[in-house]
C-alpha cells in the first residue's frame, strides 16, 4: 500500500490547515480566457489562397497532433519508469499519456480529415502521415482494449509498459514520415524545408497562441486524470481496511 499513497495531485485532495495552490484551478480560470482570445486570432488570422477559410482548421490541427505525440511519449517514458520500479505511480503516467495520446489523435484525425476534404478533394487517401497514424492508432488501441480485458493489476500495468514501450516506435515514425516519404501529400511544417508550408506573421503568432491555449488544456486533463487514479486508489485503500476490519472482528 505504501505505492498506492504516493500520490501526484498537484495540488489537489484533502488538505488540513494552510489552503494549497492549486493548478488544475488556475489553468481553469486562465483558459476561460485564452480559448475566447484563440478563437478571436483565428478568425482575424488571414486566410490561404487557394484554401480559404478551411485554412482555420490548421490552428485546431497541428497543436492535437503536437500534444497527441506528446502524450505518447510520455506514456512510453511512464513504461520505462514502470519496468525499472515497478511503481503504481509511473502505471498511473502510463495510463493518463495513453488515453490522452488517443484522445488528441482523434481530435488530429477528424480535423485533418475534414481539412483534407477541401484541400485535396477526399476525406481520406492512404498518405505516408495517415497510414503511420493509422498503425499508431491501432497498436494504442490494442494496448488500451488489452488493459481493459485484464484484472491483475500487477499484469495490466506489465502489459501497458510492454504496449508504451514497443509501440513508441512508430512515434517517430509518424514525425519523420513527410522527409522519409518526401512524394506523400502532406507537407513539412517544421525544418529546414519548412517553407512548403507559407505561414505569414499573424499565421505564425495564431499558431503560438493556438498551441499555448491546447497545451493549458493538455496539463488541465492529465492534472484530472492522475487525481481520478489516486481518488480510485484511496478507495480502494479505505475498502481494503474495512475488509481486514471484519475479518478481525
Same mark, same amino acid.
Given at each position: 500500500m505504501a505505492s498506492l499513497t504516493k500520490k501526484m495531485d498537484f495540488g489537489g485532495g484533502v488538505t488540513t490547515g494552510k489552503r494549497k495552490f492549486d493548478l488544475s484551478k488556475v489553468l481553469l480560470w486562465t483558459m476561460l480566457v485564452s480559448f475566447?482570445? %484563440?478563437?478571436?486570432?483565428?478568425?482575424? @488570422?488571414?486566410?490561404d489562397f487557394e484554401l480559404k477559410y478551411s485554412q482555420r482548421i490548421f490552428y485546431f490541427h497541428m497543436p492535437s497532433n503536437i500534444l497527441c505525440l506528446l502524450s505518447f511519449t510520455i506514456y512510453f517514458i511512464g513504461g520505462l519508469g514502470y519496468w525499472r520500479t515497478r511503481k503504481r505511480s509511473w502505471d498511473i503516467l502510463m495510463i493518463t499519456g495513453l488515453e490522452l495520446g488517443v484522445f488528441f489523435a482523434l481530435i488530429g484525425i477528424v480535423t485533418g480529415s475534414i481539412w483534407a476534404r477541401y484541400a485535396w478533394g477526399t476525406f481520406w487517401t492512404w498518405d505516408p502521415r495517415l497510414t503511420t497514424v493509422t498503425i499508431m492508432m491501432v497498436v494504442y488501441l490494442a494496448g488500451w482494449m488489452l488493459r481493459s480485458s485484464v484484472e491483475d493489476p500487477g499484469r495490466k500495468a506489465a502489459l501497458t509498459a510492454v504496449f508504451g514501450i514497443i509501440g513508441f516506435i512508430n512515434v517517430p515514425l509518424v514525425y519523420f514520415s513527410t522527409r522519409f516519404f518526401p512524394a506523400g501529400l502532406h507537407p513539412i511544417v517544421f525544418?529546414?524545408?519548412?517553407? @512548403?508550408? @507559407?505561414? &505569414?506573421?499573424?499565421? /505564425? !503568432?495564431?499558431? !503560438? /497562441?493556438? *498551441?499555448? %491555449?491546447?497545451?493549458?488544456?493538455?496539463?488541465? #486533463?492529465? *492534472?484530472?486524470? /492522475?487525481? #481520478? &487514479?489516486n481518488l480510485r486508489d484511496q478507495v480502494a485503500g479505505v475498502r481494503m481496511a474495512l475488509n481486514e476490519d471484519e475479518d478481525y472482528a
Open positions: 475566447p482570445l %484563440t478563437l478571436i486570432f483565428i478568425l482575424l @488570422a488571414p486566410s525544418g529546414t524545408n519548412g517553407a @512548403a508550408v @507559407a505561414l &505569414e506573421g499573424f499565421m /505564425i !503568432v495564431t499558431l !503560438v /497562441i493556438s *498551441i499555448i %491555449t491546447f497545451s493549458q488544456f493538455f496539463v488541465y #486533463l492529465m *492534472i484530472q486524470r /492522475i487525481r #481520478l &487514479e
